[in-house]
């Protein structure tokens, strides 16, 4: 991308120039047939085949293509809006707020309105499906439920795709994610530079300094056999996992029994005194 002219220029691997298209590169398609780029001037989104010819326009900024590749979504901050478009052009629908994800399905997307501080799902048509205070956070992995975490009560509340309260209801922190294996999660209470891991029913097991909030780095390993924290301090920590609960508790409890000694009213983990 060239700020000279606002172009993106697409070469191979000797330098030498393919094609240009207007606008900055946001993403290959799928196949790697297309790509799409944003020209700001316009605020469109520009989708192109790889010999530089304008296939469509949309409105507003890309943030997706659908999982199937065949239809693709752009948010425009004007109106506040996400909007779903075929690759022809037409478009299928809007929905209120900014898009953050789809469901795993593909049938259903995510958005979330700072007018209102609230989450949305919808349907592909269009239709809302189910309004949630707060912030959306993460499908779980086999993509039957959804974290929320909502700020006026520093809690992750969890929802099927009818957009119904499932268990845990409730827990402490922002939701960061499932343990690979989706036997636990962990939470972030953000005002406390803590992190918490519940089991899959919603049990905490144990807490943690430091956050795993917002950092693609931090939270569970690819093996699921430790947690990355960073505190505030700026200083990360690794934690191992590997022996399960008794680690989890015994780990949790070595950094929280200082200050349970020094405060014995405490009786949020009076399994570690």
Do not use: M
């Not at 191979?12 to 590169?25: E, M, P, R, V």
């Not at 425009?76 to 996400?82: A, I, K, N, V």
């Not at 795993?104 to 592909?124: A, N």
């Amino acid at each position: 991308y060239s700020t000279s002219d606002s172009r993106t220029r697409l070469y191979d691997l000797a330098g030498n120039d393919i094609a240009a298209f207007d606008g900055d590169f946001r993403s290959f398609s799928d196949y790697g047939h297309r790509l799409v780029t944003y020209s700001s001037s316009d605020s469109r989104t520009r989708l192109y085949d790889l010999a530089g010819n304008e296939i469509a326009a949309f409105d507003g900024s890309f943030r997706s293509f659908s999982d199937d590749g065949q239809r693709l979504v752009t948010s425009s901050r004007s109106d506040e809006r996400t909007r779903l478009y075929d690759l022809a052009g037409n478009e299928i629908a809007a929905f209120d707020g900014d898009f953050y994800s789809f469901s795993d399905d593909g049938q259903r997307l995510v958005t979330y309105s700072s007018s209102d501080s609230r989450s949305r799902l919808y349907d592909l048509a269009g239709n809302e499906i189910a309004a949630f205070d707060g912030y959306f956070r993460s499908f779980s992995d086999d993509g039957q439920r959804f974290a929320v975490y909502s700020p006026k009560d520093k809690s992750s509340h969890f929802y099927n795709l009818a957009g119904q309260l499932v268990g845990p209801n409730s827990v402490k922190g922002a939701f960061s994610e499932f343990s690979p294996d989706q036997q636990y999660f962990v939470t972030t209470a953000l005002s406390e530079d803590i992190s918490l891991v519940y089991d899959a029913a919603g049990k905490l097991l144990a807490e943690y300094p430091g956050s795993v909030f917002e950092e693609g780095d931090l939270g569970f390993t690819p093996d699921g056999t430790r947690l990355a924290t960073k505190t505030n301090d700026g200083l990360y920590h690794i934690w191992q996992l590997d022996n399960g609960l008794d680690d989890l508790l015994a780990s949790g409890c070595d950094w929280v029994r200082p200050y349970l000694q020094a405060n014995p009213e405490e009786t949020r983990a009076a399994f570690c005194r």
